[in-house]
T-cell receptor
C-alpha cells in the first residue's frame, strides 16, 4: 500500500497570507491527524478528523483549521500567517483512530513564513 | 505533557545492540507504550508498541518491566541508518500521540 502523502513538501509564504496543506491517508484509513513540529515546542497535536468531522482538537488558535473530505483526504488551513507558524506540518492516518490503532505519518510539509 | 522520561542522547557502535530506556512511572493500566523514531526532518516512523508483554517485530524488541514503570527498546544490530531521535510515548485509549523530546541516538561506525 502507498503510505501517507502530503503536498506540497515545501512552501514559502509571507506574514499575513494564508496557506492550505493537503494530506492523503493510507488507503482504507479514515482517521487523519495533524501535528506541528517546531524546534522550540517539538511535535504538537493540532486536530483529528474522522468521517468528515473534527473529533479532537489541540491547543492552537482558531487561525488553524482543517477539514476532511468523503474520500478521507484532509486539508489544513492556516490564516493570517505569523513568523512563528514556520514549522514542519505532519499528517498521520489510522484506520478509525480508535483504541490503540497505530498512526502512520507522512513526510510532512515544511512551511517557512517570511 | 509527555508522561515519559528518556535520556537526551546516546551513542551506539555500528553492529552492536542499541538499548534505549524509557521511564513511565505514572502509567495507567490501559495505557500502551509506543515507540516512534524520526530521522532528520522526515515524518516519525512507527517502530513498535506494547501493553505489558514483551513484543518483537522485524525492526526491534520492546521489553516492559513487570510493574510497567519502565521499558527498553532494543535495536539488535544497529546500523548507521538507525541514527535518529527515538520517542517513547505512553498513550491512553482514544487519544492523540503526545511526543516528548525523545532520545537522540547516534550510531557510530
Amino acid at each position: 500500500k502507498a503510505g501517507v502523502t502530503q503536498t506540497p513538501r515545501y512552501l514559502i509564504k509571507t506574514r499575513g497570507q494564508q496557506v492550505t496543506l493537503s494530506c492523503s491517508p493510507i488507503s482504507g484509513h479514515r482517521s487523519v491527524s495533524w501535528y506541528q513540529q517546531t524546534p522550540g515546542q517539538g511535535l504538537q497535536f493540532l486536530f483529528e478528523y474522522f468521517s468528515e468531522t473534527q473529533r479532537n482538537k489541540g491547543n492552537f488558535p482558531g487561525r488553524f483549521s482543517g477539514r476532511q473530505f468523503s474520500n478521507s483526504r484532509s486539508e489544513m488551513n492556516v490564516s493570517t500567517l505569523e513568523l512563528g507558524d514556520s514549522a514542519l506540518y505532519l499528517c498521520a492516518s489510522s484506520l478509525e483512530g480508535r483504541y490503540q490503532e497505530t498512526q502512520y505519518f507522512g513526510p510532512g510539509t515544511r512551511l517557512l513564513v517570511l | 505533557d509527555a508522561k515519559t522520561t528518556q535520556p537526551t542522547s546516546m551513542d551506539c557502535a555500528e553492529g552492536r545492540a542499541a538499548n534505549l530506556p524509557c521511564n513511565h512511572s505514572t502509567i495507567s493500566g490501559n495505557e500502551y507504550v509506543y515507540w516512534y523514531r524520526q530521522i532528520h526532518s522526515q515524518g516519525p516512523q512507527y517502530i513498535i508498541h506494547g501493553l505489558k508483554n514483551n513484543e518483537t517485530n522485524e525492526m526491534a524488541s520492546l521489553i516492559i518491566t513487570e510493574d510497567r514503570k519502565s521499558s527498553t527498546l532494543i535495536l539488535p544490530h544497529a546500523t548507521l541508518r538507525d541514527t535518529a531521535v527515538y520517542y517513547c510515548i505512553v498513550r491512553p485509549l482514544n487519544t492523540p500521540l503526545v511526543f516528548g523530546k525523545g532520545t537522540r541516538l547516534s550510531v557510530i561506525a
